[in-house]
């Protein structure tokens, strides 16, 4: 019950209750109807640029979910999958940057950059079920997150370090 208070009590004025809190918060956000819901049959599309994080995504979600979720490289995700997409920068972008995208037929996170991409995935699992990482298969029956499309611009870094 203290939770409960503790989170009315220093809840962001004015935010949208049913837009789930992330971090780093979105730039701009977009609620939709349904859930993405992960399933046995579910692929991970990787671009051959982003195979690495794919593989990172994938051996996590297996180890929760039981799900044999095979990593393919391609760049069309087709229903029910996720795909991670290496876009080609543009001057001046963000190379931490990136869009996620979880609809009911499916899940795309795509960014200029391989630390994007893998902010992204991070994202995705603040959207999954909290026990996502907890390596039990047993612990949730049912993968879900909410359908929304987020654009995440975060800073960059800066060179100078300080004392």
Known sequence: MAGLIAWWVFRPAGRNPDIPGLVPLPARVELH????????????IATPESRSTGEYLAEALRKSTGYPLPLETG???????????FERPHAGQNLEGYQLSAK????????PGSAGLFYGVQTLFELLPSDVLDGDPALTNRWELPSVTGIFSRKKRSNVSSI
């Open 33 to 44: 109807r349904g859930h993405f819901v992960l399933t046995s049959g579910t692929r991970i």
């Open 75 to 85: 760049s069309n995700a087709g229903t029910g999958n996720i795909l991670l997409n």
């Open 104 to 111: 009911p037929d499916g899940v795309t996170i795509s960014s």
